[in-house]
């Protein structure tokens, strides 16, 4: 079979979401025998992937059939993750998927990245096996807690010591960066979330939440509200990020500001990923009614996860 890894182009992006798409719902039916529920990826977030790093975008062609599978790589700072990878079910089990994966750690590998690793669904056993096959070790659980908006319950909240701002309506975005790439490396040495806050600004996928604490800016949550994918519509907290030395009404005053910001947008579900280490965290969300909808396994290629029980770092590896 005439199959060449070659980096992605534009072009190829229509493709790639076909094969996203076929590949998910092929493993909805065979995992949960749920069958063509899910919809293709918007432009806007599959654009995202490609241009937050383009250089460690990949793709597997065949000489007569064309785009058959994809991968992209994400930098952040000296951490690398990959993700999402698809190959289209007719070509799985020969080889792809693992060539697809060691383009995008390579490519890491020649970003500095010290951190590497990514995401996947526990339950799959044939993803899992081909990642530990591959030589990534399992970290930790990340699990996805969500909970539906309900803007009345939503009123009632008042935030004293914390005040919050919206990056989008602030004059000192520059500044701002500077801080969370500060609060980011503070929580893990090298780690800058910065990239992510642009990507959500130009893709136009929500805005940057900025908490202040004692005129310092002490956390900021990157918050999506746009649809990820055509037949859901629901926030998501992308990440959440808090100073190491501010106190826990930082995160529970970001939270409940990315709740009125769902609520903003019309939708009616919120979602945020959450280290099963981050203790505190899980139960604070839990405390405000949210519930685990999906779970995750944290592999490392190398380095560290960056999951603590003493800090408040909390994203997901997986697209």
């Excluded at 993700?83 to 060691?102: C, D, H």
Aim: proline residues 3%; aromatic residues 8%.
């Amino acid at each position: 079979m005439g199959v060449v890894i070659r980096k992605m182009k534009v072009e190829d992006l229509v493709d790639a979401k076909g094969i996203d798409l076929l590949c998910w719902n092929d493993l909805m039916e065979k995992s949960y025998g749920i069958k063509g529920k899910l919809s293709a990826r918007t432009d806007e977030s599959i654009l995202s992937f490609l241009h937050s790093d383009p250089e460690g975008a990949f793709v597997a062609s065949d000489e007569f059939a064309g785009v058959i599978g994809s991968c992209f790589s994400h930098v952040w700072g000296t951490t690398g993750w990959v993700g999402p990878l698809s190959v289209l079910p007719s070509y799985q089990a020969r080889g792809l998927g693992k060539e697809l994966l060691r383009s995008s750690l390579r490519y890491l590998e020649d970003q500095r990245c010290v951190d590497i690793g990514l995401e996947t669904m526990p339950e799959s056993s044939t993803n899992l096996g081909m990642y530990l096959k591959v030589g990534l070790r399992p970290e930790g659980m990340v699990f996805v807690l969500g909970k539906k908006i309900e803007p009345h319950e939503l009123q009632d909240e008042s935030f004293e010591r914390v005040s919050i701002e919206r990056y989008s309506e602030s004059q000192a975005q520059e500044k701002l960066k500077g801080r969370f790439k500060n609060i980011s490396n503070a929580l893990r040495m090298g780690l800058d979330y910065s990239k992510e806050v642009d990507l959500t600004m130009n893709y136009s996928l929500g805005d940057t939440l900025v908490a202040t604490l004692k005129e310092k800016v002490a956390g900021f949550a990157v918050v999506h509200t746009v649809q990820k994918r055509m037949n859901i519509s629901a926030t998501s907290v992308r990440m959440l990020a808090v100073d190491p030395g501010a106190k826990l009404d930082v995160f529970e005053t970001l939270i409940a500001s990315a709740e009125l910001m769902a609520a903003d947008a019309g939708t009616k579900e919120i979602s945020i990923a959450v280290p099963a280490s981050c203790r505190r965290a899980l139960d604070s969300v839990f405390s405000r009614g949210y519930s685990i909808v999906q779970s995750f396994e944290r592999l490392m290629w190398m380095g560290s996860s960056g999951m603590s029980d003493t800090s408040f770092n909390l994203c997901t590896w997986s697209g």
